[in-house]
């Protein structure tokens, strides 16, 4: 297997996951999901609740908040969801962008140093309005330019809208 990195974006329920998921399990028949997310309240709960209950038994599932390269998937599809809640996670405990940026970068490339198919999850957050708050001002840059070096090392990426996949950046054929 060699490494392939797609990177799946778009606004909220836009359709991401879903079309990540399929693409999984177009690949093969017994993906693996990374989630990434923190729960920290009980909304959200229900949303992890409807996003596990999605998936069958023929996922195998790893709930890591940060610290991705901890798991070896060498040879796997893998589908991670997502990068948002996964800038969360740095920028919660450093506090500070450019940290938050750097940690996650050093841990993006050595959890994908290995031969596998990734499947990235993200949001455009950047696409609607600039926040009155300064924090979700940096995290909002955070969060752009961390999508910028995934895309910029995928070999696909794909824009959700209304649920419909549009193609931004295209496997080389050649």
């Known amino acids: 297997m060699v490494k392939r990195i797609t990177l799946i974006t778009g606004g909220a329920r836009s359709g991401k996951s879903r079309y990540a998921e399929e693409l999984a399990l177009s690949l093969t028949p017994h993906p693996v999901y990374v989630a990434t997310a923190h ?3 009980e909304e959200f709960r229900e949303r992890v609740k409807k ?4 998936r069958g038994p023929e996922w195998t599932n790893i709930e890591e908040e940060k610290h991705l390269s901890r798991h070896d998937l060498t040879g796997r599809v893998v589908l ?3 990068i948002t809640l996964w800038c969360t996670n740095y920028f919660y405990e450093l506090q500070e962008v450019d940290a938050a940026l750097n940690a996650l970068k050093a841990e993006f490339d050595k959890f994908t140093a290995h031969d596998a198919t990734y ?3 993200t949001n455009e957050i950047g696409m609607g309005g600039v926040s009155e708050n300064a924090v979700q001002r940096k995290f909002t840059d955070l969060q752009g330019w961390m999508n910028q070096y995934v ?3 995928a070999d696909e990426v794909v824009l ?3 649920g419909i996949p549009v193609p931004i950046k295209s496997y080389k054929t050649y």
Do not use: G, K, L, P
Request: some cysteine; aromatic content about 10%.
């Open 119 to 121: 499947i990235f999850v």
């Open 51 to 54: 996003h596990q209950e999605r």
């Open 160 to 162: 959700m809208v209304s």
């Open 80 to 82: 991670i969801d997502c």
């Open 39 to 41: 729960v920290w309240d």
């Open 151 to 153: 895309a910029s090392q």
